[in-house]
Nanobody, 115 residues
Framework: QVQLVESGGGLVQPGGSLRLSCVAS????????MGWYRQAPGKQRELVAN???????HYADSVKGRFTISRDNAKKTVFLQMNSLKPEDTAIYYC?????????WGQGTQVTVSS
């Protein structure tokens, strides 16, 4: 059974940084497009960033220049480095693995940006 396990969330002050990690128990991890999504209270889940098998990243406009997505295929892990965090970044962050018609979600990790 495929599992995605996120870690690294927490409480941080505005302007601070966090690094999220997601370890995937999938075969052929390198073939998957890995992504981070987030969902704030009362809002729809939205794409934050993803990175495909060719390591080409894509970012939502709201996080460009502040967040960096990367992957370590040997460790089957995807990372999201979040800098210059803002209160509006507060949400549950979900890891996603996608390959052809297959898609999987992690359980989510809470990120709270507040003073």
């Amino acid at each position: 059974q495929v599992q995605l396990v996120e870690s690294g969330g927490g409480l941080v002050q505005p302007g601070g940084s966090l690094r999220l990690s997601c370890v995937a128990s999938v075969n052929s991890f390198a073939a998957y497009t890995m992504g981070w999504y987030r969902q704030a209270p009362g809002k729809q889940r939205e794409l934050v960033a993803n990175i495909n098998s060719g390591r080409s990243p894509h970012y939502a406009d709201s996080v460009k220049g502040r967040f960096t997505i990367s992957r370590d295929n040997a460790k089957k892990t995807v990372f999201l480095q979040m800098n210059s965090l803002k209160p509006e970044d507060t949400a549950i962050y979900y890891c996603n693995a996608h390959f052809t018609s297959y898609g999987y979600w992690g359980q989510g990790t809470q990120v709270t940006v507040s003073s």
